[in-house]
């Protein structure tokens, strides 16, 4: 049963180009990238497999005229992955963004969500 959160939520995509796109799902890989020091944990975390996550890095890193991930290989003392300071940068200003648009939109958000019907037991 999907149940509808008690506040609307925005979630942006700011589009770049026809294969250039940051999202959500961008953001928070990301984020427990950092959290982590390593894509398969963070992709572990998503639920997504580690060649779903390495391929989103590579976009990522792809997209910018400086890598977004900073990896290490593997091996017997394990590997690692840090943000650079380019996707430290490119995380804030996402967030900062996907916040101002929110805010900006709040009172709509609101009248949106007030003409929605009621859905019985969330179908």
Sequence with gaps: MNQLPDEPRLRLR?????????????????EHIAATGSIAAAGRQMGMS??????????????????????????????????????????????????KAATAGATELAALQAMLSDIPDGK
């Design 50 to 99: 580690y060649k779903r996550a390495w391929m989103l890095v590579e976009t990522l890193n792809a997209m910018f005229h400086a890598p977004l991930v900073s990896s290490t290989r593997g091996g017997p003392g394990g590997g690692g992955a840090e943000l650079t300071d380019t996707g430290r940068s490119v995380l804030r200003l996402y967030r900062d963004v996907a916040a």
């Design 14 to 30: 700011i589009v770049f180009g026809p294969d250039e796109m940051m999202g959500p799902g961008k953001a928070e890989l990301l």
